[in-house]
């Protein structure tokens, strides 16, 4: 079983759509909870971190679930650049924030 | 733009061979992470360097060591190497300060092809 498991889609949306991501994590030492964005044959991005208390940035909204182990991204009104992999990733502090990445999202968003 | 190089940008290898790639961090960041990249998966650790001395590996076989410089460059050697390396190979640059590290911003990549 991966330590990060992700639904690799794609997920085809039109514009303006709202999209969800899942993903669950098998590390229950994990701390820290991050959402990274990749383009074509780009490198990772940080698009947000993800709180307990689960947190907004502009359309997109992440959610932690740690009993569960579990998040989440949520993309409202869906733009054509939002077309990307979208990497869920966890870390273990005491462990070197060595980052465990899933296997990525494919999303693609259409006129 | 994350301030962090990585040099060559591609490279093409026939097996057996050696290889070396650089990464230049961001200014004021003194650790380095390289991960590696296979197509269509997400990106794995390889291992981790903080002030000169690796700190953390993962699961990689001791045919890839690396080295972090002075001024906290670092780089990549893998030995022998095998068709399941093509790979993109990203380095990730970070601040850590008493055991907190800030995050990770990583480098365009180099992307190696093994023949």
């Known amino acids: 079983r991966k330590e990060v498991e992700q639904d690799p889609g794609p997920f085809n949306v039109p514009e303006g759509a709202t999209v969800a991501f899942n993903c669950t994590y098998s590390?229950?030492?994990?701390?820290?909870f991050f959402w990274y964005r990749q383009d074509c044959r780009k490198e990772p991005k940080l698009l947000m971190s993800?709180?307990?208390s689960g947190n907004e940035d502009g359309r997109f909204t992440a959610q932690l679930n740690r009993a569960s182990q579990y998040i989440s991204l949520l993309i409202r009104d869906s733009k054509l650049s939002d077309s990307a992999t979208y990497l869920c990733?966890?870390?273990?502090?005491?462990?070197?924030?060595?980052?465990?990445f899933g296997g990525g999202t494919r999303l693609m968003v259409k006129p | 733009e994350t301030g962090v190089t990585q040099s060559p940008t591609h490279l093409i290898k026939t097996r057996g061979q050696q290889v070396t790639l650089r990464c230049s961090s961001q200014?004021?960041?003194?650790?380095v992470s390289w991960y590696q990249q296979a197509l269509g998966q997400g990106p794995q650790f390889i291992f981790q360097?903080?002030?000169?001395?690796?700190?953390g590996r993962g699961n990689f076989p001791p045919r890839f060591s690396g080295l972090q410089f002075p001024n906290y460059s670092s780089e990549l050697n893998v030995n022998a190497l095998e068709l399941d390396d093509s790979a993109l190979y990203l380095c990730?640059?970070?601040?850590?300060?008493?055991?907190?590290?800030?995050?990770?911003?990583f480098g365009p990549g180099t992307r190696l092809t093994v023949l």
């Open positions: 990730a640059s970070s601040y850590r300060l008493a055991g907190r590290i800030d995050t990770q911003y």
């Open positions: 590390n229950s030492a994990s701390q820290s």
């Open positions: 993800v709180y307990s």
């Open positions: 990733v966890v870390s273990v502090t005491n462990a070197g924030n060595m980052l465990t």
């Open positions: 200014s004021g960041h003194n650790t």
């Open positions: 360097y903080y002030r000169e001395e690796e700190n």
